[in-house]
């Protein structure tokens, strides 16, 4: 029997001993999906481990190790990497990191999975088994996420997450923000499953609550609309990302509010259009959010706001105008993190020009720290007015300020505003030592 463990290595904040608790995490798919595809054919035994909900065992008994790796955990995917590896264990490696930076990846692991590998990884396991296979495997030409069997969720500990109900139904985005590193490493083409697809995997849960990850579910409006139209004959409460466009499209509201809809989380971004302008993300319009707000809130929808700080058209003022606004426009979950210049994207291409990139440790690359020189303030001026908005907003008297009044929502509401207070109060103790430190994986 082939042996397989798939590991999701996280950063120090959001490892499970960092600061997001219970509430603030769902369940990742990539691992789920990747267990899911392993061919009838191959007798595999497959177990999972996520670091944002347990540890990661240093004795895994296994044929091949799999990692998947963001930007900000790319040092600790490698210190995994080269352990197991000297353990004599063959590693492969894929995610958004390995697919901007492949030739960086591939010396620490040794297949490299870049783009999409719902088809790759079977090919792969087919050859492992003939006993050759490549050193990187690249996504097919003819990709599609169509006809894809169901995650497999049983091999995840549900205890340790707030939901494990978690559905794939669009992939991809539309915009092209200059930030996101989405595009750099999976291009811009949108992906879409089949609805009746969607719909048979929801009922498969036997649940009343289910979450889509999916970047943008508003990318395709006429997708989007025969989606939720199919879902409300299933009379569930979902939560799921859009963009702020979802307030000036009537149809649309309609739709998700019929369809069971109760939480949207929603790029904010900046509460000035001058950045807005400067990091591409022009389907935003400042001065419509407190309205925009409203609306939601009528229709029974709770807002995740998410606003990135240290813009170029940003200066100091920013942080008290930001927790001002939020708290006036009722942001029920507002989420604040550090604009960052991912590799491979604009961003990180125009600060390299200008030379303010001014930390190359891809482990401080994980949006809550400042890795660039500012315009307008300070490095540590940005990271303290971050920490201070924080805090600021998740002070007892704004939680109760943005919440109330409180309704019949507030089940889902309160206790992960109180996930995110005890975020912002820890968010200070994780400098670059803390981050930086993978002194618990051995060298061997």
Not at 37 to 55: F, H, M, S
Not at 331 to 349: C, G, M, N, Q
Request: glycine share 6%.
């Amino acid at each position: 029997m082939l042996k397989i463990a798939l590991l999701a290595p996280a950063g120090a904040m959001h490892r499970f001993s960092g600061s997001f608790g219970k509430s603030l995490h769902y369940a990742p798919l990539t691992l789920t999906t990747l267990a899911a595809l392993v061919p009838e054919d191959i007798d595999a035994d497959v177990v999972i481990y996520d670091e944002t909900a347990g540890k990661i065992p240093l004795d895994i008994d296994a044929d091949l190790i799999g990692i998947t790796c963001i930007t900000g955990t790319a040092p600790r995917c490698y210190a995994y990497a080269d352990y197991f590896r000297k353990k004599g264990i063959t590693v492969f490696m894929g995610g958004v990191h390995p697919s901007m930076l492949p030739d960086e990846a591939a010396q620490h692991s040794d297949v490299v999975f870049t783009g999409f590998s719902e088809q790759t990884f079977p090919q792969f396991l087919h050859d492992y088994v003939s006993g050759k296979y490549n050193k990187f495997y690249h996504q097919n030409c003819d990709f599609s996420i169509e006809n894809r069997p169901h995650p497999r969720r049983e091999l995840l500990n549900k205890k340790r997450y707030i939901t494990i109900n978690t559905v794939e139904a669009i992939r991809g985005c539309c915009h092209t923000c200059s930030f996101c590193a989405y595009p750099a490493a999976f291009g811009k083409k949108v992906y879409k499953r089949p609805v009746k697809d969607v719909i048979a995997e929801i009922e498969a849960l036997g649940s009343r609550h289910v979450l889509f990850p999916d970047v943008n579910l508003i990318t395709d409006k006429k997708y989007a609309i025969e989606l939720f139209n199919a879902m409300i004959p299933l009379k569930v409460i979902w939560l799921g990302l859009v963009t702020s466009s979802i307030g000036i499209d009537d149809e649309l509201m309609k739709v998700f509010r019929k369809s069971g809809c109760k939480g949207l989380l929603i790029g904010f971004e900046s509460i000035t259009q001058e950045s807005q302008k400067y990091i591409h993300k022009g389907v935003n319009r400042v001065d419509s959010y407190i309205d925009l707000m409203k609306r939601l809130h009528d229709n029974g929808i709770l807002v995740q706001g998410c606003f990135a700080f240290g813009g170029d058209e940003e200066d100091e003022s920013v942080f008290d105008r930001t927790v001002e606004m939020v708290v006036k426009a009722k942001i029920d979950l507002p989420r604040y993190s550090i604009l960052t210049p991912f590799p491979k994207t604009e961003y990180y291409a125009q600060l390299e020009r200008e030379g303010r990139i001014i930390e190359r440790n891809w482990a401080m690359y994980d949006v809550q720290h400042c890795v660039y020189q500012p315009k307008k303030m300070t490095k540590e001026q940005l990271e303290a007015g971050t920490d201070r908005a924080w805090r600021e907003t998740y002070s007892n008297k704004n939680i109760i300020k943005r919440l109330a009044p409180f309704n019949h929502s507030i089940w889902l509401s309160l206790p992960v505003n109180m996930g995110y207070k005890g975020y912002a109060d820890k968010w200070h103790k994780f400098g670059r030592e803390v981050m930086c430190d993978n002194s618990d994986i051995p060298i061997l």
